[in-house]
């Protein structure tokens, strides 16, 4: 539990101010993602880091309980199967990228949905 709480203590800010940086930002952002697509040492270098971070939550929270600690855990599995298909299949994520940046509703969606798991995992690592 005190791992769990730990990682939502870091993760769940981290959320909040990149969502505060998506709404102050979106223009720079959307251009940032687009870019994303043609730069692949940065593309690479990001998947690496993906998987290397989403390995490290499962090798210290792997938990499967019917409780927000399994936030964690699947935010943990995203990451590694994020760079995995980075690092493997990048003409997928070059697909992905660009049809999240050129499409608005996919834009916001992403928004809000990273701004309601930062709430979440910050209400959980330091209030609850």
């Known amino acids: 539990m005190e791992t769990t709480v730990l990682i939502a203590k870091i993760l769940g800010p981290l959320y909040l101010v990149a969502t505060l940086g998506w709404v102050m ?7 940032m993602i687009a870019e994303f697509s043609g730069n692949h040492s940065v593309m690479y270098i990001s ?9 490290v939550i499962l090798i210290f929270n792997n938990v499967w ?3 927000w600690q399994v936030l964690i855990t699947i935010i943990g ?9 980075i690092l ?5 994520m070059i ?3 660009r049809a999240f940046a050129e499409n608005s509703g996919l834009f ?17 690592g330091y209030f609850a």
Do not use: E, H, M
């Open 25 to 31: 930002n979106r223009d720079f952002y959307k251009k």
């Open 47 to 55: 998947g690496i880091l993906a998987f290397l971070f989403g390995a």
């Open 77 to 85: 599995w995203l990451g590694l199967l994020k760079g995995l298909t």
């Open 65 to 67: 309980r019917a409780d």
């Open 108 to 124: 916001y969606f992403g928004f809000a949905f990273a701004f309601a798991l930062g709430a979440a995992l910050t209400w959980f």
């Open 95 to 97: 697909k992905y990228s």
């Open 88 to 92: 493997v299949f990048p003409q997928v």
